[in-house]
Each structure stands twice: as structure tokens, then as C-alpha cells.
């Protein structure tokens, strides 16, 4: 997988010669000026190393530190980070070393930094060691994909794809990160069974039905909800409405978390060469809705990609299946009619009248 890696600093030069220097062990290098812009990319992206300007007397800076620490709504809370600093004190050292993977003390020279840099990722590579073979093949969860449509061969075909999968060891990387807790709860796992036979079953009727078209519902049924995978609960809220109305009883990282779930996902895969094209779109439009009143991104349908429409319309009749267990295709029409426009919500609101 592309590493990706974040430098943090106001000196617009340090971020530059660090980038340069770094440039052919990362392919993606973002950078940030300021706290605000630091905490944005650090809510959004997974970074496999950070570099972190801190002037003791600054405490924004410090205020970095205190966020990549304790932030909840962080998902680089395990990333490691380095902190590049001329004056550092050794209450500081004390009090956040163990959370450092290593200090960097300006003015500093290029060989410093690669130094640096390739003992960390060295180490990371023997603190995770997520090689090809040693991911057992229940990482990567099998799962029944035969109802509610009977559709032929499908698990077969699913598991084909999923073959593909479990040969690549990028990708056998990203799918080993679903982690989905089996033992407590069993919604994320049918949730994605389900979705991709029903996004099979519109494209079928949609003569769609590509083992290329299949591919990309297949990656986007397992990976859509994958910063939700260990949080069935908040996996369940799945509507602007849903998410209002349970506002309050969330805690603020949470409900962020919620919002920025696609966002993170879809940040997550975008430049894999070994993902379908379109997956990372299809996964950051999954909650927005014709109207505008989704999320994140709160587009309308004149926005929503024809594929995105499919899966969208699949993951909102999914939800109604788990909750009526009594379910019928018309109810489910009729009932979704006020709620889809524009033309590809509703062409392909009625091919699901026809399926069966
Ligand atoms: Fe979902
Ligand atoms: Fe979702």
C-alpha cells in the first residue's frame, strides 16, 4: 500500500526539504501549516508516519500533541510521530516519550531524517507483522450473499473475487483492517451480504451485470463502513434523521465519526492500483441522498455517480430488510418513492419492482 505521510510545520521550507527528502519512501505526502489544517487531515486520513514542528513556547503545537494522543475522534492515535523541534525540555521528553518514535533536533541534516525514518518503518515492519501468509483467510470474512435474490452462482462468484483478494497482499492488508467483532454482533457482516446481492440483483435487471460491475459492489459492500467495522452501533445509524434524533446521546467524537465515516474510507483506498476504479466514489457518496439531505458531502443527484445510485438505493433496502423482517419489494417501492428523484433514482427505483 501507498505510504502516506503527514508533515506538520509553520516553516513552509522545513515542510518542503523534509517532503523532498522523504519523497521515494512515501507516495503520498500531505502537509499542514497550521493546528486547524493538522487536525482536519488527522481526522480524515490514516497516516503511517507524522512529522510534528513543536515550539515549547507555542502551545499550539502542544495542542497537536494533546490531539494525536487523546483525540477520540483520531484515527491516528497508533501512528507514529516524530517530533522535529530545537528546543525540546526534558519534562517534555518525560512526560510524552513513550508516545514519540523519535525526535528530530533542528537544524538538522538530510541523513538525519532518512535515519530517522527508516529505523521507524523498519520497526513498524516487525511490530505488524501483516505479511501475505500470516493473515489466516478468516480475516478476510466469507459471507453468504443468497438472499434476499436468488441469483446464480453468486457466492461462487464472490468468492472468486475474493481469491483475488486473499492473493494481494495490499489488499489482503486492507480487508485484514475490517476486524469485525463476530462475537458480539453479526449486522456488519449480513449488512454486506446482503448489499452486494442486492446491488447484483439491480445491475442485473439494469443489464449491468459485469464481473468488472460485480467486482466494485463486492469492494465497496466489505470496505464502505470500515471506520464503523468495530462499532455495530454506530454502524446501525444509517439516515441524517437517525443520526439527529440520537444526537444527544452521542458523544461528539462519535457522531463525527458517523459523518466522516465515508470520507475516511473512501481517503483510505483512494490511489490503490489494486481497487476497482470508481469503489473510492461509490464508498463517499453511500449516505447522500437525491435531495441534498445526505452526508457528508450533502450533494444532490445531479452529483451522485449512476453507480453510487445503485449502491445507495441497495444499502437503504438492505436497512429495511433487517428492520421488517416482513418486508416486501412493493412496500418498499411505494414507501421509497417521496424520497428518491432525478432520473437515475427513479429508473432504478422501478427495475427493483421487477425484481424477483
Ligand atoms: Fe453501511
Ligand atoms: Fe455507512
Known sequence: MTKKLLIIDDNKEV???????????????????????????????????????????????????????????????????????????????????????????????????????????????????????????DEIPFLKCDLPFPIIQLD??????????????????????????????NYVLSHIGILINISTAICINMEWNTDKTLEKFVYASYLHDMALSQRPDLARINTSEALEAKKESLSPSDYKLILEHPNIASNSIAGMREIPQDVDAIIRQHHELPKGTGYPLKIGHQKI????????????????????????????????????????????LRSLANVN
Open 15 to 137: 515542510v518542503e526539504v523534509v517532503s523532498l527528502i522523504l519523497t521515494d519512501l512515501f507516495g503520498n505526502i500531505d502537509s499542514a501549516n497550521t493546528v486547524d489544517e493538522a487536525e482536519e487531515l488527522l481526522s480524515k486520513n490514516v497516516y503511517d508516519l507524522i512529522f510534528l514542528d513543536i515550539n515549547l513556547e507555542n502551545r499550539n503545537g502542544a495542542e497537536v500533541v494533546k490531539f494525536l494522543i487523546e483525540a477520540s475522534e483520531n484515527p491516528n492515535k497508533a501512528s507514529p510521530f516524530v517530533i522535529i523541534s530545537g528546543i525540546i525540555t526534558p519534562q517534555f521528553v518525560d512526560r510524552y516519550q513513550k508516545r514519540f518514535a523519535g525526535i528530530l533536533m533542528k537544524p538538522f541534516e538530510h541523513d538525519d531524517v532518512l535515519a530517522i525514518v527508516e529505523k521507524i518503518l523498519n520497526a513498524s515492519n516487525i511490530a505488524e507483522p501483516i505479511q501475505p501468509d500470516e493473515v489466516g483467510v
Open 156 to 185: 461462487q462468484r464472490v468468492n472468486k473475487i475474493l481469491d483475488q483478494v486473499r492473493k494481494s497482499p495490499k489488499l489482503k492488508q486492507l480487508f485484514a483492517q475490517l476486524k469485525v467483532d463476530r462475537t458480539t454482533d
Open 305 to 348: 455517480s449512476p453507480l453510487s445510485v445503485v449502491f445507495i438505493i441497495a444499502h437503504d433496502l438492505t436497512e429495511y430488510i433487517l428492520a421488517n423482517p416482513k418486508w416486501k419489494i412493493e412496500d418498499y417501492v411505494e414507501k421509497s418513492k417521496s424520497k428518491f428523484q432525478g432520473a437515475h433514482f427513479i429508473k432504478i
